[in-house]
């Protein structure tokens, strides 16, 4: 069994022909019959009702199909062709599904070899193909359909899943070769993913299939199967399900009721314009509020941003989360923004193990130390012409305080304490200016001024090409023949949070010195320094970022008192958060690798979407674990005179 959250990569398909059909070696079985078109739309599409459903609840938000074994994508791929032939139907589809030996693109193109009619629809998921990460990977292969491929075994996967789920294509191979694909426990990850009438269709109508859904609270019905198969099960979830207890209920994730139009956001950094392009593509009306007239005005505001991965020689949810992060990221960019010229750093990956399970193409270690191939530099002002079209509205103030209506409206005050934006939901994501909205929050934040300098050469050293990355770093823009150093990364105090940073005294190249301590100084003699900038990043105490809903911190340790005790049996209520209030700050110095990820993930939390990433690591980011680590430790006894 490969767990999602491993750091490790899953195998390759082991693959043959029998009669010029493609096998699976591992399970003995073929990957589709030679009408596979047809016998898709007749299990899954018409076993599901997927029309009469789009068109029962066209006005939904989207519709959520999950599958149990993405195989070559065929189902995806006919699916996709049904929803943009369909008329009535929601604004958005979302297909999830799980697979631990995917094929290779090579692979791929065999598959398809006998199915000419789908060969130019191979475009739209071909990358996928390409991935071998364990875990999540979400692909937006159209304006209104997501995939999201969960890459490992299936119950594992969907044990990590936050989604509302309304129909079920069951398509592993078959029972008696793969039984792992149709078991109790798979049954049991599907019933708490569905909602009362959740439909599913399988082309299976083996006796232990159907009992092991019926114990799960499936209704089951055996209907004809496709051409020479006697039967096939469908059915639908039952109208009163078992209740499930929520998993981390002090890691709650609402979202918005009824579903937002208008999202205001105090904040124009990174953070802040990902999340506008995600609200933006939802539909939403996007209005941002920032001290800043222009976009990326403080510590996002940078000419050049490094974005590389943060990697540990075991694994850790710091370095599984920044994984995952990077992965999306790169996805994220347009070419135009994001120069994947690679990291070359001066350490060691000193775990054999590791480097084994690693991509080849995230890192790999030489003779200088590691290299990050796949890493680069984001221009920042690109960014911001790609992002900035989703804003609506640019309001230039300095937020002084935001209040919340009985209707659940939020106003947000300058700081004359006049009314600037009224909006559906608001998202804190002003980074260190966070803290003075939400105070509540301060002593888990931390915060660190830093320097960098652009510098222009008059003549381009060969050797440069690509960032180095040695405490300092150095960013080469060749076509510019400029470079980019930073890496200072002072320690502010509190008494300093909410300043605006002067040039440190008698530093004007405080990094440009401390370069030239290094072998390599050479490369930059004659440099003329173009600008020098100064910002402070806000941070963690645990190094990750604070993306979700804002905690009502006196309701939840009133709820969670006794944590302390470590009552597991007790059933905690869901943690109370302020309505329609979310966070996204504290990214830290790896804003750039992780915001796209998070402004996603919030996004889809506000709007009910299926969260695209893994439950054990949105809990590592949620605000309110903090609060959820103070009660659990037990209470210091009071000190004697």
Not at 40 to 52: I, K, M, P, Q, T
Not at 226 to 250: A, V
Not at 306 to 329: I, V
Not at 443 to 470: C, D, K
Request: hydrophobic share 35%.
């Amino acid at each position: 069994m490969l767990n999602p959250l491993s750091y490790r990569n899953i195998c390759p398909a082991d693959t043959g022909f029998q009669q010029s059909q493609l096998v699976n070696r591992l399970f003995e079985d073929i990957y589709h019959h030679r009408d596979a078109i047809a016998e898709s739309r007749y299990v899954f599409h018409e076993g599901n009702d997927l029309v009469g459903q789009w068109h029962n609840c066209a006005s939904k938000e989207s519709f959520v199909i999950a599958e149990t074994g993405f195989g070559s994508g065929l189902n995806f791929l006919t699916t996709r062709r049904l929803w943009q032939s369909t008329d009535n139907k929601p604004p958005q589809l979302h297909f999830i599904s799980t697979e631990q030996w995917l094929l290779t693109p090579e692979q791929l193109n065999q598959a398809y070899t006998d199915i000419p009619e789908l060969h130019a629809d191979l475009a739209a998921i071909r990358s996928v193909f390409s991935k071998r990460r364990a875990g999540f990977h979400t692909f937006h292969t159209d304006a209104d359909i997501s995939l999201t491929l969960l890459l490992g075994d299936a119950t594992a996967c969907f044990r990590q899943l936050k989604a509302t789920v309304d129909a079920w294509f069951l398509d592993g191979f078959s029972p008696a070769k793969n039984p792992d694909m149709w078991s109790t426990e798979l049954m049991a990850a599907m019933a708490r993913l569905s909602r009362p009438g959740t439909t599913f269709a399988t082309f299976t109508a083996a006796s232990k299939v159907r009992k092991n859904l019926q114990s799960a609270g499936f209704a089951v019905s055996k209907t004809p199967g496709f051409q020479g198969k006697r039967e096939r099960l469908i059915g639908h979830f039952s109208e009163n399900p078992t209740p499930i207890q929520e998993q981390k209920s002090w890691a709650a994730v609402p979202r918005v009721k009824p579903t937002p139009r208008h999202i205001a956001i105090i904040g124009g950094g990174v953070a802040g314009l990902c999340l506008a392009h995600r609200a933006g593509q939802s539909g939403l009306r996007v209005t941002v509020i920032d001290r800043h007239p222009q976009p990326l005005g403080g510590a996002s505001g940078n000419p050049y941003a490094m974005m590389m991965p943060y990697l540990t020689a075991r694994s850790s949810p710091e370095a599984l989360f920044y994984w995952r992060a990077f992965d999306y990221a790169k996805n994220f960019y347009p070419d135009s923004v994001f120069h994947a010229i690679g990291v070359q750093t001066d350490g060691r990956m000193g775990d054999r193990d590791v480097r084994k399970t690693l991509d080849h193409e995230l890192i790999h270690n030489n003779d200088a130390g590691i290299c990050y191939p796949g890493s680069g530099y984001i221009d920042t002002a690109a960014l911001a012409s790609h992002l900035l079209p989703a804003v609506d509205d640019w309001i230039t103030a300095a937020v002084g305080d935001i209040k919340c209506t009985d209707q659940g409206r939020w106003h947000v005050q300058n700081t004359d304490l006049k009314t600037i934006c009224d909006s559906d939901v608001l998202v804190v994501a002003a980074g260190i200016q966070s803290i003075q909205l939400l105070p509540d929050l301060q002593p888990f934040v931390t915060a660190r001024g830093g320097q960098t300098e652009l510098y222009q050469l008059s003549e381009w050293p060969a050797p440069l090409h690509s960032i180095q990355h040695n405490k300092h770093y150095v960013i080469p823009i060749k076509h510019q023949k400029q470079i980019l150093i930073g890496g200072d990364y002072h320690h502010l105090p509190s008494a300093d949070w909410f300043n605006t940073l002067s040039q440190r005294p008698k530093t004007p190249q405080l990094n440009y010195q401390a370069w030239q301590q290094q072998s390599n100084r050479f490369l930059f003699d004659h440099a003329q320094l173009l600008q020098t900038r100064m910002g402070i990043r806000a941070g963690t105490t645990d190094h990750l970022p604070l993306c979700g809903p804002v905690v009502n911190s006196a309701q939840f340790k009133l709820d969670y008192a006794d944590l302390h005790h470590g009552r597991h049996w007790q059933s905690y209520p869901p943690a109370a958060v302020h309505k329609n209030l979310y966070l996204l700050s504290g990214l830290g110095s790896r804003g750039y690798t992780s915001a796209p990820l998070l402004a996603d993930y919030l996004m889809a939390m506000i709007l009910n979407q299926p969260l695209p990433l893994e439950h054990d690591l949105f809990k590592i980011v949620h605000p309110g674990r903090f609060y959820y680590r103070q009660l659990k430790k037990p209470p210091q006894p009071a000190s004697g005179d």
